[in-house]
């Protein structure tokens, strides 16, 4: 598909495969994505691209998903190989998965809060691995009704991630103390860690990027220092 | 206006202006609501009954202002000294406010997070005064663009609340150990809070009422305890 010459030079699509495996400190990071992978991720970023740019540019309801294709140079029913919908292609959006070895890694003695940011994270990333914030942003100014199509991934993300975990954490100490099932507890950490992306969301470390664009490392760590702070003074 | 003979009895109007001022524990909860705000109250009640019963009628095109405010009986232009839209009618929303009193029992050298949940919950609830929670669930679900006026509402509470635990914790030991302004510091307390509501939410006390309905005092102490519980463990 053509350059869209509006663009900055940092917004270049990003190799989706490559972004959600490269969650994976330990395991798949060193693995280069296969053709069949790279084809994928060039074919979603393809449509995800014409779907955005045709719908900012003519309207929601102007624009076909046979348009879509069109503009995106593939076959009208692969579309659906990619996207579950016009509005899911237009956001960039699509289910969130978390890969088997992402908690290879995960410590049940370790600090479970910082632990279970940087997983959520992972797996939230592997949901919207397109990084042009500022478009996706505009869209969802456009058709507010995209954000339920966010949101709908953000409650995945975390129903996978609280599923995950309950099993690693069925027998921990902190679920047998206290007088709840493990999936309260898993639930609850989870919440706790998304209060901290928020937090990183709405308070970027100063000159790392402005508010709402995409969260980098530097404002997760912040948050979570911070947040620490908070609690080690409060409890 | 007419009763709703389909409604069950615990979902009966409650008196708003009473709603929000028992918030507040120790100042205003003995005061009988003047006549003027009884009437205040009412007229709210009849114009979002009438939206919100309309609208699922008739569905959300179909339905006017003037319609409503005839089902209503009040004069079409009442109807925007209540609300500003047709939406925020239906949904039976309001600006939330925090009033003057509700931080005069605020710590600085208590729990800060039990007593920032304790608040936020009470202005949340200025908000959605409206107990009918099967029929908010239902317009919800039928018109999701409603959705977003209540995330509208939720983001002032916590603007609102942020604004005035700012100036309250400005020169608290807190903030003074963080190297990050007063603001940074309550908008993660504001955060903290909100997750422990969201879990309040999602995991009621066994027996206590469905997951999604309106949030007891027991609700909140479970996850407030709960909260506690895990961050003991992992600090």
């Known amino acids: 598909m053509a350059a869209h010459p509006g663009r900055p030079v940092r917004d270049i699509t990003p190799n989706a495969s490559l972004h959600s495996l490269q969650e994976c400190n330990n395991c798949l ?28 540019e003519h309207g929601m309801g102007a624009v076909s998903i046979d348009r879509i294709t069109e503009a995106a140079g593939v076959s009208p029913r692969t579309f659906f190989n990619y996207f579950p919908s016009k509005q899911a292609a ?16 995960f410590d ?9 940011t940087h997983l959520l994270l992972a797996v939230l ?31 995945e993300a975390r129903r996978l991630l609280a599923e ?26 989870v919440t706790a860690a998304a209060a901290v992306l928020q937090h990183a969301h709405r308070h970027p470390v100063a000159g ?16 979570l220092e911070f947040t620490h702070h908070l609690w080690r003074n409060t409890l």
Chains 1, 2 share one sequence.
């Not at 060193?30 to 719908?55: G, M, Q």
């Not at 592997?126 to 478009?135: C, G, K, L, Q, S």
């Not at 790392?208 to 948050?223: M, P």
Request: negative net charge; hydrophobic residues 40%.
């Open 29 to 56: 990071v060193t693995e280069t994505p296969t053709l069949r992978e790279r084809r994928r991720t060039e074919t979603w970023n393809a449509l995800h691209d014409a779907a955005a740019e045709l719908v900012l």
């Open 90 to 105: 237009v956001l960039g959006v699509r289910d969130p998965h978390l890969p088997d070895c992402l908690l290879d890694d």
């Open 208 to 223: 790392s990027r402005t508010a709402g664009a995409l969260l980098t490392e530097a404002d997760v760590d912040h948050a």
């Open 164 to 189: 995950a975990l309950t099993e690693r954490l069925a027998d921990h100490q902190l679920v047998a103390a206290a007088d709840a099932p493990a999936e309260e507890l898993v639930s609850l950490l």
């Open 108 to 116: 049940p003695a370790g600090d479970l809060v910082t632990q279970t």
């Open 125 to 155: 990333r592997t949901a919207t691995p397109h990084e042009d914030v500022a478009r996706r942003r505009q869209l969802t100014a456009a058709h507010p009704e995209l954000q339920s199509l966010r949101m709908h991934a953000v409650e």
